[in-house]
């Protein structure tokens, strides 16, 4: 299962507008380190397709949403419910990583 690119107009809605938890993956396609983490995010993107969504969003396409966001160095996931940043990693390395994301106090 290949995570799926989003767009700008994708990210507003799809994103920002979920209710439930979703991870964007904030990318380059010459980055090493993000090529490095892609089967991590794969695995756990499966091992969690029945509660959240993860989605890519590539930072040369996109840098002005990139910029908004403040993402300075990638590979960055963030992690968005409800309109809003719930937490972020930068280089995740490992699934509980990942995990830490959405477990985000009450």
Not at 31 to 39: N, T
């Amino acid at each position: 299962m290949a995570l799926r690119e989003i767009t700008e107009e994708q990210f507003r809605t799809e994103v920002l507008g979920s209710e439930t938890p979703v991870l964007v993956d904030f990318y380059a396609t010459w980055c090493g380190p993000c090529r490095a983490i892609a089967p991590l995010l794969e695995r756990f993107a499966a091992e969690n397709a029945d509660r959240l969504t993860f989605v890519k969003l590539d930072t040369d396409r996109f840098e002005a949403l990139t910029e908004e966001y403040g993402v300075r160095t990638i590979p960055t996931v963030i992690a968005f419910q409800g309109g809003r940043e719930l937490s972020r990693v930068v280089y995740p390395r490992t699934m509980a990583a990942l995990s830490e994301l959405i477990h985000t106090p009450e």
